[in-house]
């Protein structure tokens, strides 16, 4: 295939047809854009046609991951980094060594070369942080205990990358030299070997400075012109070019914009540099995917199948049971261990970096590399896969498992309950303490098994689970109960859940919190009656206080107040009704920022609201007139 | 030297000029307490222990309000309902406020003497306020001739003055003399 517009052509309809059916089918997008390109490599439509081509976009591609690792650096401030040094540390490194060491040993107990025994045993340590972050967002768990550990275990593996990097080429020299040219590494080879390790000191030196004192004030300069650009111009300048500092020494580009993403994670435009390079990194990281995907050889996997799917499963099987033991040590209940330890079961995209660069070096053969790039690919599509088995038909099980004992004994005392309680946060804590105080019993959903724990220690009746799922809202009683609370800050779940109840149990009276008047909007426009704006009673509540602490009189404050709630909410309803046609709607609008104001002016003026005439004496001081 | 409690009752105090004469004539007095119930509970939930402890502490207690729909503003009533509660107020064991004293102050927008079986409301006040010396009396408390400013609507300011120092004296009189007479018809005329 010629032509760069027609190459772009095919990857981008590819990734827009593979990669929302994968979704659909709950795969996740990075399975998505594996088979985008497994779809247009050599071995199936052959859009791509030579694996050599799928290598120079793979190459190209993976500066997504760099831009990646800029990103996670910026979410994580160097506080948070700090706390989580004993996750790092214990989980991360006993991960990365134990899994390094047990691939290798296998390996040389197989009769293989140690060296490319070492060089596989680490990369294949690594998992995919593209995958398992992704896969964690999507599925809301990043704050879950087994998310942490997830993410530890990734972090230590980022970091594990540079003395991966750096072993490699001692490899090399202990392979005796066979590369006489080991390629485009750096202008440091030929220095002696102190110059090169001051070298690398300097530039991760010259990386921290810039990144406290050099690129705030470039970003600041730039901001001040206005021009969007401009700047998201010197977002991917200030990525380009630590990338390209630090493949000058010979280190990951990944890391070390890591470090400026960390660097910069306390900084302003925080924000702003995360949505302008997100974009970039997501069509870079698409790229990236879909080339290993093209460069799966398929011709080896069919000759060599045994060989292949065998250390694939091997790989994805010992990779589990020791991130399982981990996660034992650790206390991870079943079900999330087995998500934490499969989840991470998988070889990462770093390892196509270490592969191609210890090929350069020699420690690695073609066909060594081929079939170690056809076992990684295959791992990386068979762990989504296998989330996808696990999430939908061994999770439920187990959970149901776990907390079949408690809920059978509930069920033999009171039944199931009237009231169902969606969320436990800080909003329907409060509630359902409320409604506990006054003996109403509420079938409790949260999504934090710990809180889940905690509750039923309190003899709280609690499901754990994501209360947007029906199976979980049927075994909830759904169908024997009157109400049913949404009590999430989740804006996207409420809605859902409200489609999930019209559809299932329209006999439910459905009570729901919302975010601001938009969220009630959508809401109400859904037909749900019962819309609980969060802030709105306790903004009213403290301008009472205010005004009583200015001398109101504290009856005349609370009328008041009750009268100003019930018209924000009348004004809610109105413009819901309007909210369809837009031009009415905007003069509605209008019309009700108007009354508001009246309404406003009307109280300022101490007599308060016009129309309260309530106890006034005036109008029958002069009967006559 | 007795301790006096006055019940103050207005919902929109703010705005009556002749509740604040009264009000402000005795609110420095030693040994005389107001408590004013819609600056205590806005949204009506009388707070009944807090309420009994205090009118268990005093001699002699003042419901004072505006005479609305010839009875008292209801977070009086609800006061009332509330605080004089079965077992503590009366009936048995309800001996706390046995032997005090306690009378209605009371405002009208009416001078006095529509308040008469030939006026336009037909009845004198003392009729109308029998459900409240009825309510003292079960309570076996002693109910007082009440206190009376009338016509507010038209009242001059030296005229409301001079009636606020009658409220200050009545009060004074009831806080420091030996005895208070207690003439059960003397103020059915």
Known sequence: ?????????????????????????????????????????????????????????????????????????????????WKMKSLIITVGLTQVLVTAALISGVGIALGLDWRLCLAAGLSMALSSTAIVIQSLKEKNEMGSPGGKMSFGVLLMQDIAVIPILALLPLLAVAAAGVQGDSGSHGILENQPGWIQTLMIFGAIGMVVLLGRFGFGPLLNWVSKTKLRELFTASALLIVVGIAFLMELVGLSPALGTFLAGVILANSPYKHALESDLDPFKGLLLGLFFMAVGATINFTLVVNEATSVISITLGIIILKTLILLVIGKFKKLRLSENLSFALGLSQVGEFSFVTYAFALQLGILTQANSDLLMAVTALTM??????????????????????????????????????????????????????????GVEATILDADPDQVDFLRKMGFKVFYGDGTRLELLHSAGAEQAEILISAIDNTEHSLKLVKLCKEHFPHLEVMIR??????????????????????????????????????????????????????????????????????????????????????LSGEQMRKFSMNDHAWDSDVMKDPQK | ????????????????????????????????????????????????????????????????????????????????????????????????????????????????????????????????????????????????????????????????????????????????????PIEPNLQNH
């Not at chain 2, 408390?141 to 009338?150: D, I, K, Q």
């Open chain 1, 1 to 81: 295939m010629d032509g760069f517009l027609l190459n772009a052509i095919i990857y981008i309809l590819a990734a827009i047809i593979c990669v929302p059916i994968a979704k659909k089918l709950g795969m996740g997008a990075v399975l998505g854009y594996l088979l985008a390109g497994i779809l247009i490599g050599p071995y199936a439509l052959g859009f791509i046609s030579n694996e050599g081509e799928g290598h120079d976009i793979m190459h190209n591609a993976e500066f997504g991951v760099v831009m990646m690792l800029f990103l996670i650096g910026l979410e994580l401030e160097p506080q948070n980094l």
């Open chain 1, 381 to 438: 599509t068979a762990t989504p896969l296998l989330m996808v088995v696990l999430d939908k038909l061994i999770q439920p099980k187990l959970i149901k498992e776990s907390l079949g004992n408690n809920r059978k004994m509930d069920e033999n005392i009171d039944g199931k309950n009237k009231v169902i309680l969606i969320g436990f946060g800080h909003f329907g804590s409060t509630l359902g303490r409320f409604m506990r105080a006054n």
């Open chain 2, 1 to 180: 030297m007795r301790k006096i409690l006055v019940l103050f009752a207005h919902p929109k105090y703010e705005h009556s000029d002749a509740n604040h004469a009264l009000i402000q004539s005795i609110e420095n007095l030693e040994n005389v307490q107001i408590r004013d119930l819609y600056e205590l509970y806005p949204d009506f939930n009388v707070n009944k222990q807090e309420e009994q402890e205090q009118l268990f502490q005093y001699d002699v207690i003042v419901w004072q309000h505006p005479f609305y729909w010839y009875s008292c503003p209801p977070l009086l009533k609800q006061w009332i309902d509330l605080v004089l509660e079965y077992g503590w107020a009366y009936g048995p064991g309800g001996v706390y406020i046995q032997g005090k004293y306690i009378f209605n102050a009371i405002t009208t927008g009416g001078s006095t003497e529509v308040y008469s079986h030939k006026g336009r409301n037909r009845y004198t006040i003392s009729e109308f306020l029998r459900p409240f010396e009825q309510t003292a009396k079960l309570c076996g408390m002693h109910y007082l001739p009440y206190f009376h400013l009338g016509g507010t609507h038209r009242i001059s300011e030296p005229d409301l003055l001079k009636k606020a120092d009658e409220y200050r004296e009545l009060i004074i009189q009831l806080r420091d003399s030996e005895l208070i």
């Open chain 1, 514 to 599: 919302a975010k601001n008047r938009y969220d009630a909007y959508e809401m109400m426009e859904m037909g749900v009656k019962n819309v609980y704006r969060e802030h709105l009673d306790t903004s009213i509540r403290m301008g009472e206080d205010v005004l009583r602490k200015l001398g109101f009189r504290a009856h005349t404050v609370h009328r008041l107040a009750k009268q100003f709630k019930e018209y924000d909410e009348e004004a809610l309803k109105v413009l819901v009704e309007y909210k369809g046609n837009q031009d009415e709607y905007i003069s509605k609008v209008k019309k009700q920022i108007e009354m508001q104001e009246s309404l």
